[in-house]
Structures are given as structure tokens and as C-alpha cells.
């Protein structure tokens, strides 16, 4: 049986079991081996059904594995889960010769040749249904000194594995944001100091193939406008002051096709530096999307707020579809001056006193969750 002097290796090979899940199988071989026993097992066992699952496993047949799955979990001496982090044996659990008279031991502890089992649990997240570590012994009794060299593990393990439900937690909910980002039909960009792509969702990578109102040079964003290029620089330039001042700030970005678009800014709480103090990590987020009011709803809720006439509302439905006065005129079959008064009289209710304005404030009622 190899001695103590393995246990550094082992240590560290339990926690290189916590970044990498897969290593678990050579972890319980290292354990069965220090220990001392003739299989060890990692498993989860249901308190309530009492039904049990392994996960990794060595020194047993997979016959047995399944057995105990389908049939002999439920007769498991564990049916009264010992404290977190305590070793036990089977006789601190039951009296040992009633054990001996039973379906788990007669059908499956027997038959492999085992007399006697070490039992630790070692995680419980999920209280009703924990992690266990198990070494089964041989014919003889599990002894002092197999218990101590478990226990010495038990720490150990016990962090590997929350380290493992950490990563898989924080994966599921980058993935399940992710999956959300990519469902919006705004374009999403998170940017670092740079303005560099440091990640973009579904909507954001086609408005980069479209290579119109936005593209990247050498990984910075660049849009269609100076002016909102010089903006996002200074805003994203790592200065968290102008960044949070921005939140909220849109600007009106136009294609080359005259479709209009307009881009917020976010600024993002957490921004990560390494020792050079260079930004490795998204100092924020621009949010770009395209103006279109076409929706009955949208007008009226417009209309509704602003308490505009139908005929002011189609005039700035027009001047954020279209463009400007002439065009609106055009659109509309309306003289130019008729455009302007009812223009003017949209300033005042909506209290801008610029067209570009209007496109912002009719952004802000427009739905990036559909198209």
C-alpha cells in the first residue's frame, strides 16, 4: 500500500480534478490506492428516494454500479447521511451483524468481495442530494488508519468539487446570457478601453458583415460617423467618470443607404487590469440598433405620451423613417411649410429642437427584443 508520502500528488491532482471534471477517474484511483481499500467510488445520493448515482468509479465492475443505481441504493446502510466532512464506517452506521444479514450486504457487498465501506460526504449544495466519496474495503474491516488517510482528503476533495459546481454554474449562466444576446435584434458590442471587439451577439456580427453603419479596423469599432467615433473613444478610454456620465447617452448614426440607427452606451461595473494596467477585460457596452417605428402600437403609445395630432405623429414617424423636410413633404403629399409647422409643434410637446434629437427620443420607444 503506498504510503503518506504520496499524499502531495494526490492533493494535487484532486484539485487539478476541479478545473478539469474528467480527471475525477484517476482521482479515485489515487484515493482507493492511498487509502487502502478495493474500489473507490465518487457519487450523489438522493436523501429523500435514496436512490444513488455514481460518477466515477474504480475497482468494481460496472455490473455492480448498476446494481447499486437500480436496485441496492435504496438498502445502502447510508440511509442516515453522516455529517458533512466525517468518515464513518458501516458498523458507526448499523448494528454490523444485522448489516451482514441483509440485501446489501448478501447481493452486493459480498459478492465483490468487500466486507466493509468508508463513507464521507463532501459536498452539499444541494442538501437533498449530496456528493459522497466511498472506499470500499476488502474482507477486512475498514480500521483507524484507513479513516485518518481519508480524512486527510476530505478538504481537499470537498473544495475540487465546489470549484466544479462554481465553473459549471458561472458557464451555464454565460451561456444562458449569451443565448439571450443572440435572440435580440439589437447589435451588442462589448468594448474594451480601445474600443476593440472584445465580444459581440448574433445581430452585432451581422451588422459587421453588412460592413455599412459600423466595421472594424484592427479589431477597434468604427462606425459611420466621426463625430460618434470620437465619442465612443473618449468614453470607452477607461475614464469610469465620462463612462458613467454616458449611461444612457445615444447617438444617431446613419448608413450609407439613409437607413438611420442609433447607438447607446453602457458602461460596465466591472473592468479587470493586469499588472501593466491595460484593460484585458470590456470596460463597456454599445448597444446599436435600427430605428423603425412602423408598428401601429409604438405610434400610438407616441402619440399617447406626447399628446400628439395623427398628423404630427406621421410627420415624426416620417422625419425618423425617412430624413428631412423635403423628404417628408414628398412622403406625405404635403407642402414643405405644412411639414415645418407641424415640426415646430412636435419640438415644443416633445421639448428637443433638433431632427436628430427626435430620432433618439423615438429610439427610446422602439423594441430591440423584435424586428
Known amino acids: 500500500m503506498p504510503g503518506p508520502q504520496k499524499l502531495p500528488d494526490l492533493v494535487e491532482s484532486i484539485y487539478d480534478a476541479g478545473l478539469d471534471p474528467s480527471l475525477w477517474n484517476n482521482v479515485v484511483a489515487g484515493v482507493r490506492d492511498f487509502v487502502g481499500g478495493q474500489a473507490c467510488g465518487l457519487f450523489s445520493k438522493d436523501s429523500i428516494s435514496k436512490s444513488g448515482v455514481t460518477h466515477y468509479y474504480c475497482g468494481a465492475d460496472p455490473h455492480f454500479i448498476q446494481l447499486y443505481a437500480d436496485t441496492h441504493a435504496k438498502f445502502d446502510p447510508l440511509t442516515v447521511l453522516p455529517p458533512h466532512g466525517k468518515v464513518v464506517s458501516v458498523p458507526d452506521l448499523v448494528e ?123 479589431g477597434q469599432l468604427v462606425t459611420s460617423s466621426t463625430e460618434a467615433n470620437q465619442k465612443f473613444r473618449e468614453t470607452f478610454s477607461g475614464r469610469n467618470a465620462t463612462l458613467l456620465a454616458a449611461r444612457g447617452h445615444a447617438m444617431p448614426l446613419l448608413s450609407s443607404t439613409g437607413e438611420r440607427y442609433v447607438a447607446h452606451m453602457l458602461p460596465l461595473s466591472s473592468v479587470l487590469r493586469n499588472g501593466s494596467e491595460r484593460v484585458v477585460d470590456a470596460a463597456g457596452a454599445l448597444l446599436l440598433r435600427k430605428v423603425s417605428l412602423d408598428g401601429q402600437s409604438w405610434g400610438e403609445l407616441i402619440g399617447r405620451t406626447f399628446d400628439l395630432t395623427p398628423t404630427e405623429l406621421r410627420v415624426l414617424l416620417s422625419i425618423v423613417d425617412i430624413g428631412g423636410v423635403p423628404e417628408t413633404a414628398t412622403a406625405l403629399g404635403i407642402a414643405e411649410s405644412t411639414v415645418k409647422t407641424h415640426l415646430h409643434r412636435v419640438f415644443a410637446k416633445t421639448g428637443v429642437n433638433r431632427q436628430a434629437d427626435l430620432v433618439k427620443l423615438a429610439a427610446g420607444f422602439a423594441n430591440p427584443l423584435v424586428n
Not at 183 to 193: P, S, V, Y
Open 96 to 218: 454490523f451483524e444485522e448489516y451482514r444479514k441483509g440485501r446489501f450486504y448478501q447481493e452486493w457487498m459480498q459478492p465483490q468481495g468487500c466486507s466493509d465501506a468508508a463513507n464521507v460526504v463532501l459536498e452539499m449544495s444541494n442538501a437533498s442530494c449530496p456528493v459522497m466519496m466511498t472506499v470500499l474495503s476488502d474482507r477486512r474491516m475498514v480500521d483507524p488508519g484507513m479513516k485518518h488517510r481519508l480524512s486527510l482528503l476530505v478538504p481537499h476533495a470537498s473544495r475540487a468539487l465546489l470549484i466544479n459546481r462554481t465553473m459549471t454554474a458561472e458557464l451555464t449562466l454565460a451561456t444562458a446570457l449569451a443565448d439571450v444576446l443572440d435572440n435580440l435584434t439589437a447589435g451588442i458590442f462589448l468594448l474594451d478601453a480601445f474600443c476593440r471587439v472584445v465580444h459581440a451577439n448574433s445581430a452585432g456580427h451581422a451588422l459587421l458583415a453588412a460592413d455599412d453603419v459600423v466595421r472594424t479596423i484592427a
